[in-house]
Structures are given as structure tokens and as C-alpha cells.
């Protein structure tokens, strides 16, 4: 069962002794340790822009094409106010809108993240003319996103809930409500009809709501229940307290029963085998779906199974894949991060300093190299983008899905 993780060799914490070298009693980093982040960020940043020279000229996406790189530029002028990363942003965003998919709609996926970048990049710029393009083009999408009776799924990877994270992304980097509420309600509302009509068609469950992706029911946030509920559980989305007690609320409490007895979560449902702790499949990723329950319903239990999703990552969240955020510790810490948001529990955020330390030694401890061994969400980038977030913990939110 541990064999996909290497064994945890940190202590735990132990109060605000274990903590001195890494954040004082307020939270705040000490200067020590924000040098150490900092000179990381900049030695991987350099690796990284010397390993791209070799990519895949073609692809545009955020998950493992330009868009990722651009969402990184830019998540970096957000932290550090340089121009320089803007600039990087509006490199790579330029390379990424070359080479759009044309079929794929979603944020990390498909074409909706290297628009949605575009129009903050360029709305950044004060270039309004060109970011206005883009989000016209992106809104272009929206009739193919709520149409009913197309093929296309609901998850956040490929389906109707990737592009809505697009659209709140927008709005989110403008700080206004750039693109209407209204687009969005109406993804929400698509999702849900398309749920309920596979929970009554598929009577797999006594879950009002149910969603498959290639044929197979899945639990976590990348393809699966755990992603889509953690939407449809937000409510500036536009899904009325009436829908989210009678139908998110049961079909959520679906996913908490099928929780293993160690805290983990399946990657479908039907599979007995607990060995995934990744943000795409297990609890890093459902611990969202558990918070965002938690705040909604002020159910303790849903606070209960997010403690236990912690635990398990920090037990088996140092993966042998490597360091990135869809499968990786990078991502997994995200999992502490939004802990110790909801909690303020110093413990949480000794953790994802913990993992982030893990992360300093970037390569040396015998990890498998991914196929885009640079990208945001199976590589390099990602774990820039991670160590950056933990300059400013309190704002941290996990790329392409928090929101
Ligand atoms: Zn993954």
C-alpha cells in the first residue's frame, strides 16, 4: 500500500517549538525561510526556462502546454508585482493561443484556459481592446457548454465544470463581475439536470446526482463527484439553498461513505484498492469537497473526514511520481494550506512547509520523471507555483480549481 509514497521522514508538529526556524507565533515566515523559498523559486525557475526550450511546440493547455507556464508568470506578478513576469505571461499566453485544441472547452484541458489567461494577461497590460477578444471568444463557448444533449461530460478536466472555472477565474483577476453571474448559474444548472438524470437512468445509487467520465464513476476532484460538488457547492455559482440541501447535500453525503477505513478516498466508486493520495484521485482532492460541505452545512462530520484526509496526506503524501501539483506533493500540500485557512491550526501550515521542504530537494530523491516533466500539473511548474503560494499561505489557493 506505501509502496506509491515514500515513508514521511519528518516529525509531526509539536508546537510552536518545531516551528521557529519556518513561521513565527502569528503565522508570519521567518525571513530564514522565505530566502530559502525564495532562492528555490528562482534556481527551478531557471531550470524550468532551460528544460522548455526542448517541449511540445503544440500544446496550449494549462495542464501541460504554454498555458500552465503563462498561469504561472502570472500567479508570480500577482506575489512579486514584477512587470518581467508579466511580460513572461504575455510570451508563452501568445505561444499557448497559437495552437488552441478547437474541440476541448475546458480550463486545463482545452481552450477556455488560454483565453481566460489571455484576457487577464492582456487586461493587465491595459491592452482592453485584445482582452475584451478573448473573453468574447471564450464566451462563445458557453451555448456548446449548457447545451443538454451533447457528449460532453461534467467533470473538471474535460467538461462543463472546467469551463466554469474559466469564467470565475476571469471574474476573480478582474476583482469585478466581468463575465455575468448568469453564465455561470446556467453551467450549474446543466450540471445538475445532467446529474440527475444519470442518478435516474443509472439507479447505481440512492445518490439524487451522479456523473461518470468514460464510463466510470468517479470520486475525485479531477474526473469525478468530489470536483463537481465542490462547485455546485459554492454559492456565487448560482445553485439556490433549495437545490444544494435536497440534491448536492445527499449525493455528497454519498461520496462520505465511501470513505476507506484509513480516510482515503476510492478513485471510482466499486474499487476496493486504497493506494492513491493524489489531488486528481483520493483525499487531497476531496478534502475540498469536505471543506466547502463543512462551511455550507456546519456539519462537524464533514470537518471530521477533512481532518482524516489530512492525516492521510501526510502519512502518504510524498509521492514516487514527483513533485507536481495534479499528483504530487506540491499539490497534496495544497490540501494543509486550505486546513489551515479553514482551522488557523498551526499544524497545517508546519505541514505544507513540511512538503515544501521536501520539495527543495527537487530530483534527488529517485522520483519517476513525467512525460512533460516542466509543466504545470505533472511538473516543474507546478512546484514553483506551490512554493510561491507559501509565501502568502493565508491566499494560497490550489491553480486551476480553487476558488
Ligand atoms: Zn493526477
Not at 283 to 298: C, D, E, N, W
Amino acid at each position: 500500500m506505501e509502496s506509491r509514497a515514500f515513508r514521511n521522514p519528518y516529525p509531526d508538529y509539536e508546537g510552536p517549538a518545531s516551528t521557529q526556524r519556518l513561521f513565527d507565533s502569528a503565522g508570519n515566515l521567518t525571513s530564514d525561510f522565505i530566502q530559502q523559498l525564495q532562492s528555490k523559486i528562482s534556481e527551478l525557475l531557471q531550470q524550468m526556462e532551460n528544460g522548455l526550450i526542448k517541449g511540445d511546440e503544440t500544446d496550449c493547455t494549462s495542464y501541460t502546454g504554454w498555458a500552465g507556464i503563462a498561469l504561472l508568470y502570472l500567479h508570480l506578478h500577482n506575489i512579486y508585482g514584477d512587470q518581467s513576469f508579466l511580460q513572461k505571461a504575455l510570451q508563452y499566453i501568445n505561444k499557448s493561443l497559437k495552437c488552441l485544441t478547437g474541440r476541448v472547452v475546458t480550463f486545463l484541458c482545452g481552450d477556455a484556459g488560454p483565453l481566460a489567461i489571455a484576457a487577464v494577461v492582456y487586461h493587465k497590460l491595459q491592452r482592453t481592446q485584445e482582452s475584451d477578444t478573448y473573453i468574447n471568444q471564450l464566451l462563445q463557448l458557453h451555448q456548446s457548454v449548457v447545451k443538454l444533449n451533447s457528449r460532453l461530460p461534467d467533470e473538471m478536466l474535460y467538461g462543463r465544470m472546467g469551463y466554469l472555472y474559466a469564467l470565475s477565474f476571469v471574474n476573480d483577476q478582474f476583482g469585478t463581475e466581468k463575465i455575468s453571474l448568469q453564465y455561470m448559474k446556467q453551467i450549474c444548472d446543466a450540471v445538475i439536470s445532467s446529474g440527475e438524470k444519470l442518478s435516474s437512468r443509472k439507479r447505481v445509487s440512492k445518490s439524487p446526482l451522479m456523473y461518470e467520465w468514460y464510463q466510470e464513476y468517479y470520486v475525485g476532484a479531477a474526473h469525478g463527484l468530489a470536483g463537481i460538488y465542490y462547485f455546485l457547492m459554492q454559492p456565487e455559482l448560482g445553485v439556490d439553498q433549495d437545490t444544494a440541501v435536497k440534491l448536492v447535500k445527499p449525493s455528497v453525503d454519498y461520496v462520505c461513505q465511501l470513505k476507506f477505513s484509513s480516510g482515503n478516498y476510492p478513485p471510482c466508486i466499486g474499487e476496493s484498492r486504497d493506494n492513491l493520495v493524489h489531488w486528481c484521485h483520493g483525499s487531497p482532492g476531496v478534502i475540498y469537497m469536505l471543506i466547502q460541505a463543512y462551511k455550507i452545512f456546519k456539519e462537524e462530520r464533514y470537518l471530521q473526514d477533512a481532518y482524516d484526509c489530512a492525516e492521510v496526506i501526510w502519512h502518504r503524501g510524498l509521492l514516487k511520481k514527483g513533485y507536481g501539483l495534479c499528483h504530487g506533493p506540491a499539490g497534496n500540500a495544497y490540501g494543509f494550506l486550505a486546513m489551515y485557512n479553514l482551522t488557523g491550526d498551526k499544524k497545517y501550515l508546519y505541514r505544507a512547509c513540511k512538503f515544501a521542504e521536501w520539495c527543495f530537494d527537487y530530483g534527488k530523491h529517485g522520483c519517476r520523471t513525467p512525460d512533460s516533466p516542466f509543466s504545470l500539473f505533472e511538473g516543474m511548474a507546478g512546484t514553483i507555483y506551490f512554493l510561491a503560494d507559501l509565501l502568502q499561505p493565508r491566499k494560497a489557493k490550489f491553480p486551476a480549481f480553487e476558488v
